[in-house]
């Protein structure tokens, strides 16, 4: 086998370990898959196996084979994320005594898992590309029909669904960028030829942007009024009687000799000069007590508190 090294120059490799052709091809990152197709000889000459060409090894080389659930040649193969499919063909005897084949082999390069699925119509010829998350394949011929059924399948769920070409046809071309897949040309129908080109725009799901739960608002606490301290009546305080003295010879009230007067009394002198003549305040049986109490505001207010105590005349 001849190959091109990393200096660009062609060079030769360790050959594939059988011959064949019709086959379909993909790869996952350092390694290549060439899967299925006919020696060229007998019903026999059909290959299900799959030879690994391996370009962390060096030299590179084929360094694993592994097999497809059904020989076949004229399959169609894609790389999905680390899953390589491989769909549809058929064998020696199509389309005279057999049907296109349904069976897709998916293997895991990362896990070396092997599985098979089924397209929803056995197909030969199909044309197969991934766009994102999707590998499709498009098109294609059964025994008796071109086909624009497009098998999609999702490597982020694991299922599959299925999508049309504009004009059924087989033997069309495929390749992808970014998020659009185009199909183009093809045959549909035995001589004639399509110049159709269909385009699939791959939309992404949107993310679901959260809801935000709100804060419910706290509410406030009343605060409570406070009951007013009542404020408490002040007793009044009793005046009590004054008697002016106004002349320096005026006489106690009457009353007074006639002991009437409360206990005890007052007797303020308003006049700054004023005298009080005590000898006037004589009575056979009381006695007068004085208490005199200055105060110095402005004029001097000499107040008398007078106090009288009766006593009983003695007995000879």
Known sequence: MTGINPSGDLTNFTPVRTFKYYGCSASYNNLIFFAGGYDGGSIQGIKSSVEVWDTSITPPKFNTTIYLSKARMHCSATTVGSKILFAGGNDINFPVTSEAFDDVDIYDAVTGNLKTAKLSLGRTYMAATTVGHLAMFAGGVTRTVWSNVVDVYDDTTGFWSVTYLSVGRAKLTATSNGQVALFAGGETGLNEVSNVVDVYVLTPTPTPTPTLTPTPTPTPT????????????????PTPTTYPLQHPH????????????????????????????????QHPHLHLHLHLHLHLHLHLHLHLHLHLHQHQPQQD
């Open 222 to 237: 009343p605060t409570p009024t406070p009951t007013p301290t009542p404020t408490p009546t002040p007793t009044p305080t």
């Open 250 to 281: 005026q006489l106690l009230p009457q009353h007074l000799h006639q002991r009437q007067l409360p206990h005890p009394h007052l007797l303020r002198l308003q006049h700054p000069h004023q005298l009080l003549h005590l000898h006037r305040l």
